[in-house]
């Protein structure tokens, strides 16, 4: 299932559409970091309210991907985690370590802004 | 057992297919959302450690009458290299495969009953059971 990713500015989105297969959440991490360092991008928002399992694999590519796009200088916000989804995560010992989450596209944007914004000041 | 489901599992693409697999049965049976969520994660990791360690193996699934009460019994069956220590396995953290090592311990917490049968040389067996909470 291929993921679109829509460039907005500085920022990536990705929407996942259905559920995902591991192969195909390996390829979005990959397109992901690579289009980062294409579009210099600041930002990335992964939006992932479809999906109904969030399983240790995952976990584990969605961490992984963020801290690859951090080591490009970008930041990752995961967006719409749903709340049995969220369930499952904690009883599994699921951590998203070191990754922003959000509630929605919009409040992913709003991080986003803030966060990014607030390291231009710092430069 | 005429309600037996069996899924083949030789590739990462029947994880996705035997969790909705299990999911759609689940469904019939009255799960509430969070349990379809629990029941589906947890086949996901089963599943996938067959894909990860025994490369085939394959996914039962069955619906459980008993005494009023209605469930699901998940079985995942290989004939890999089996597990040299199930209480180690069962560890949180604990992997040979370079992950988080949450798969077993943690399908075991998602589920309501949780039984490994595993032997060096001839395979492994994890069995999972999950009943629908009747409210009221
Ligand atoms: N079907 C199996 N056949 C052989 N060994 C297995 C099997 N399932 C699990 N194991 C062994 O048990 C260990 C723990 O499994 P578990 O699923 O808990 O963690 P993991 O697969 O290493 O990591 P994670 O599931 O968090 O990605 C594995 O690393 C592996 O050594
Ligand atoms: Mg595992």
Known sequence: ML????????????????ELSDADLLKLRDDLVRRVSEFRSHGVIVDVTVLDVMDSFATRT???MAHMIMLR???????????????????L????????T?????EGLALLNEKI??????G | M??????????????????QKGREMASRLGFSNTDLVLIATAISEVVRNIVEYAKKGELC?????????????????????????????????????????LGLPGAKRLMDEFEIISEVGKGTTVTMKKWVQNNG
């Not at chain 2, 005429?2 to 990462?12: F, G, L, M, R, Y």
């Not at chain 2, 220590?85 to 992997?95: C, P, W």
């Open chain 1, 3 to 18: 993921v679109p990713i829509l460039k907005q500015g500085d920022y990536l989105i990705a929407s996942i559409q259905s």
């Open chain 1, 117 to 122: 914004k607030g390291d231009s000041r710092r």
């Open chain 2, 2 to 19: 005429a309600d037996e489901v069996c899924i083949p599992v030789s590739s990462e693409i029947d994880i996705v297919t035997a969790r």
């Open chain 1, 93 to 100: 010992g699921l951590k998203l370590e070191g990754v922003n």
């Open chain 1, 102 to 106: 959000a509630l929605d596209l919009e």
């Open chain 2, 61 to 101: 699934l069955n619906i459980l009458q008993e005494g009023g009460k209605s469930g699901i019994v998940v079985i995942a069956r290989d004939k890999g290299p089996g597990i040299p220590n199930i209480k180690l396995a069962m560890q949180d953290g604990y992997t040979t495969g370079h992950s988080l090592g």
């Open chain 1, 62 to 64: 969605l961490r992984s």
């Open chain 1, 73 to 91: 200088g970008a930041e990752t916000v995961i967006v719409g985690i749903q709340p049995e989804v969220a369930f499952s995560m904690v009883q």
